[in-house]
């Protein structure tokens, strides 16, 4: 895969965790590209739904996530399970509606342990045109989701030891 075509990326919770923490595994990875978002090789969002749960234990994580731009958050799930307000909602009723049709085929394509949070925030990446969702979450980016997921939708799902690469081979190029 080229990745000339890699500019927005949209981080999952666990790489705001992993990027806070030096004895994380993707930890080396994360730095690669925050360096890459602080020199405008790509640029770095966050969604609503990694917010609602790092704002959980306001730390380091929570921090680096604030400090990104936000994505629209468009809402899908039941009432209980909504993370914004409605003024922070974006799309029309088809949208929400199209929208829990592919949070409840994400639900069949990936491991069962991914959670709404983890489908919030890819959609809200599908939904703005992300190039990669970047995480670190098997459920998702183990190779039989990553795979069918691909399959049906055009936004890349990668971990961040891949996008690292990805991105040091373009600086290399």
């Known amino acids: 895969m080229g990745n000339a075509w890699i500019t927005k990326v949209v981080l999952d919770t666990n790489c705001f965790i992993d990027a806070t923490n030096p004895t994380s595994r993707a930890h080396e990875a994360l730095q690669i590209i925050l360096k ?87 959609i809200d990446a599908l939904c703005v045109q992300a190039d990669v969702f970047v995480t670190s979450d098997n459920d998702l980016v183990g190779k039989g989701p990553s795979s069918r997921i691909a399959e049906k939708y055009e936004l890349t799902i990668m971990t961040p030891v891949k996008l690292a690469f990805e991105l040091s081979s373009r600086s290399r190029q």
């Open 36 to 122: 890459a978002s602080n020199s405008g090789k790509i640029t770095l969002f966050v969604s609503l739904h990694s917010l609602h749960e790092l704002e959980q234990k306001p730390d380091d994580a929570f921090a680096l996530a604030k400090a990104l731009p936000l994505l629209p958050h468009f809402p899908i799930g039941t009432w209980g399970e909504q993370v914004g307000t409605w003024s922070q909602a974006a799309g029309t009723w088809e949208d929400a509606k199209r929208n829990e049709e592919i949070q409840n085929d994400l639900k069949k394509l990936s491991k069962s342990g991914a959670d709404i949070r983890d489908r919030g925030a890819y």
